[in-house]
Every structure is written in structure tokens, then in C-alpha cells.
């Protein structure tokens, strides 16, 4: 199959060896010890006092070699499972929002789990979503259970595959329970896993943060079905440049997908990523920018000579009104996607 791209075969062959060399002589900064030392019982350099970790090309072309060339997200209804790379785009809503428009007062206020519950039933109804990626946060979650106030309506409401990440392990483990709870058993639930986790471990520049390299590690030695995601900001955290970004985001991404599969080999992957850039003004996050749609061409080329899922946040806009900017701008970026084959 042909599909739009950027990139020819030099150039991201170039994008390859430059990554390798970013891990190898660079390295990056790693916060969790107990993936310090996974990484140094692999065959990277650690330097326990700095916490930079430098990983040999081979190491890392060892590894990412592991990561299957499909991955399966599960829903309570086994008809609605999604295996993907397939012949169409699959499509999740946004997530994570902190505040809504109330559709009844149309007032902004902050979200709340009934919100998350109407979203799911929508999602639910609505044959265009393949996948409810849990669309805001839950300000009345009672203590402890911010996560758990967020999957219960989820789950409840909607039988596609549902995800969003959680703050750690403790977090994970509730959520893990509710879907042991809904299975009818542990076992049930182990033969079936039908709920799917996020987590950002890298936090660009070239560094993997503490909690969620822990739940990287966690859902990997586990078989529980989760993907990572690459977030930087062209001109802040990143360079300015596409090839610059692309080359930063690409060895975060191999880093990481490292670090899964030396906690179990054949943890599936995706390569999952969300680069925006700054406006260099003032330094405002401008994810409507087109610039998003030619990064997520390059990363579906990257995708394919590493033979993994690739997966983007597209659809974003600048706008502050639902008008032509914003249709123009969430058009055309998953428009770029679709065409380059994520």
C-alpha cells in the first residue's frame, strides 16, 4: 500500500542511527532506580551517581526487535476488540480534560464522574470511535480512588476497549481489581484483560520520570495491555526543527520501548507520540499547528521500518471557538494521518 510521506529511505535510516547514538553516547536521565538496574543487568551503562544511562546500539537493537508488529486493545464486549495495524484508522476520543462545558448550562466547570459516564454511553452508541480513552478527569473522586472514579462509569457505561494512565501502582492495582470484580474472577479477567492503560514515562528532554517508568514496568511484567506516549514541545523541550524533534522523540521512544521489553520480552507497543511546538511569542502550547499533521507522517514511517503500530494525537486545534480555524485545523492533521497510514 503507498501512503504519504516525507521521508525517504536515507532519511530515516538517518533518524535511526542518529537515535543510537543520542543512547549511546548521551544517554539519558533516568529517576527510577529499579529501572537503573534493569538496564544495567541488560547491558547499558549506568552511572548510578548522575543516574544517566547510556545504552549500546546493539542493546537497543536487540530489544525493539522484540516488540510485536500488532497489539490488541480489549473491550468487555469481545466484538468490539481492536487489533491494529489493520486497513482503517483506529479512532479514540481525547482524554483527560480537566473542565467541561456543561451541555445543560453551557457554563464551564470542572468534570466530574457522571460527565465521564454520559461520554461513555455516548462513545458507546457512536459506530466512528473504536476506542473510549477516558475523556476528562473526576473532581468529585473521593480520596484515594481518583483512577477507580474514572473507569467504574467508564467501564459501566461503555463495552469498547476503554484506557487513560493512572497516577502509579497503587492506583493501577484498584483498577486492576474492578475489572477482576466485573470479569466474575481473577482468572476470568487474566484469560481476558479488558482494560487498557497509558503512561508517559519519558518526559523530553531525555529523561524517564520516576512513577511512570514504574508503571511501565509494572504493566509489562504483568501482560497488562498498556503503550506509552512521547510528548515534547518543538522549540522548549526539543529542538526547533522537525528533524531535530523527530530524532530526540524517536531514541525517547526506543528508550522506552527498552526498557518494556527488558521487563518482558514481546510486551506490545506503540509508537504512540504527541509533539507539539511552542509559539515562540510567548511560549503557548500550540497543538493546532500543521506542523503536528507532517510529524505524525514522519513518525508512521519511523512506525513502519520498525514494523510497530503507529498512533498520534491529531484533531487538536487553537482555536477558542468552535469555528473555521477549528475545523480547518482538526481536520487537517488526522486528515495527514490517515493518509500516512497511522
Not at 530489544?63 to 487489533?83: A, M
Not at 527488558?262 to 510567548?282: C, E, H
Not at 521500518?305 to 481536520?331: I, M, R, W
Request: proline letters at 7%; one cysteine or more.
Amino acid at each position: 500500500m503507498n501512503f504519504f510521506s516525507y521521508l525517504s529511505r536515507d532519511d530515516i535510516q538517518y533518524v535511526h542511527d542518529a537515535s543510537l547514538e543520542i543512547l549511546a553516547e548521551v544517554g539519558l536521565l533516568v529517576r527510577n532506580q529499579k529501572a537503573r538496574g534493569r538496564f544495567a543487568e541488560h547491558g547499558a551503562k549506568v552511572d548510578q551517581q548522575t543516574g544517566i544511562v547510556r545504552i549500546p546500539a546493539i542493546v537497543v537493537e536487540k530489544y525493539r526487535k522484540l516488540v510485536p508488529p500488532t497489539i490488541t486493545l480489549r473491550g468487555r464486549d469481545p466484538s468490539c476488540d481492536v487489533t491494529f495495524p489493520r486497513k482503517l484508522p483506529v479512532i479514540a476520543t481525547a482524554s483527560s480534560a480537566p473542565d467541561i462545558v456543561d451541555p445543560v448550562t453551557g457554563v464551564t466547570r470542572r468534570s466530574r464522574s457522571d460527565d465521564i459516564a454520559r461520554i461513555a454511553h455516548l462513545v458507546n452508541q457512536l459506530p466512528g470511535f473504536d476506542l473510549f480513552s477516558i475523556s476528562t478527569l473526576a473532581d468529585d473522586a473521593p480520596p484515594a480512588q481518583f483512577s477507580l472514579s474514572r473507569f467504574y462509569p467508564a467501564l459501566k457505561n461503555c463495552v469498547k476497549p476503554c484506557r487513560t494512565s493512572v497516577y502509579d501502582i497503587r492506583e493501577a492495582r484498584q483498577v486492576l481489581k474492578l475489572g477482576e470484580l466485573i470479569a466474575g474472577s481473577k482468572q476470568a479477567f487474566r484469560e481476558r484483560p479488558f482494560i487498557n492503560f497509558g503512561y508517559c514515562s519519558i518526559v523530553s528532554p531525555l529523561t524517564m520520570d520516576f512513577d511512570s517508568t514504574e508503571t511501565l514496568m509494572f504493566f509489562a511484567e504483568n501482560d497488562i495491555t498498556a503503550y506509552g506516549t512521547v510528548a515534547p514541545m518543538g522549540g522548549l523541550s526539543t529542538p526547533m526543527s522537525l528533524p531535530g524533534m523527530l530524532t530526540l522523540m524517536n531514541a525517547e521512544w526506543l528508550a522506552a520501548v527498552t526498557l518494556a521489553q527488558m521487563s518482558k520480552p514481546g510486551t506490545a507497543q506503540i509508537y504512540n507520540f504527541l509533539p507539539v511546538f511552542a509559539d515562540m511569542r510567548d511560549g503557548a502550547y500550540a497543538p493546532g499547528a500543521i506542523e503536528i499533521g507532517m510529524m505524525n507522517s514522519a513518525v508512521c514511517q519511523m512506525a513502519r521500518f520498525y514494523n510497530v503500530p503507529s498512533g498520534g494525537y491529531l484533531g487538536l486545534t487553537n482555536a477558542k471557538l468552535s469555528d473555521a480555524q477549528a475545523g480547518y485545523e482538526k481536520g487537517m492533521s488526522p486528515l495527514m494521518g490517515a493518509l500516512s497510514g497511522g
